[in-house]
């Protein structure tokens, strides 16, 4: 069974930088397309960036020329690296892919931008 696992949130001042990793595991075939959402509790889970197989990308515009997504191919994962954080990027972050006929989403993890 494929699953996805987050890591790397945690506490951050404003303007500092952090870098979510998303592994996903189960399977020796390439994920296609991998997304970042995120979502702020009592509000709706929001795509943040998406990185096809062939390594295209794109951003939603709040975040766009502060986040990066990129991914090893070899090893199933992908990252996302994010600088200039505001308090307004605070929430938790969730990997999703769609594969094989199957939604799968990771755990989270939650990123907290202090002011």
């Known amino acids: 069974q494929v699953q996805l696992a987050e890591s790397g949130g945690g506490l951050v001042q404003a303007g500092g930088s952090l870098r979510l990793s998303c592994a996903a595991s189960?399977?020796?075939?390439?994920?296609?397309?991998m997304d970042w959402y995120r979502q702020v509790p009592g509000m709706q889970r929001d795509l943040v960036a998406t990185?096809?197989?062939?390594?295209?990308?794109k951003y939603a515009d709040s975040v766009k020329g502060r986040f990066t997504v990129s991914r090893d191919g070899a090893e199933n994962t992908v990252y996302l690296q994010m600088n200039s954080l505001k308090p307004e990027d605070t929430a938790v972050y969730y990997c999703?892919?769609?594969?094989?006929?199957?939604?799968?989403w990771g755990q989270g993890t939650q990123v907290t931008v202090s002011s």
């Open positions: 189960g399977t020796a075939f390439s994920i296609p397309s």
């Open positions: 999703h892919t769609y594969f094989r006929g199957s939604i799968l």
């Open positions: 990185i096809t197989s062939g390594g295209m990308t």
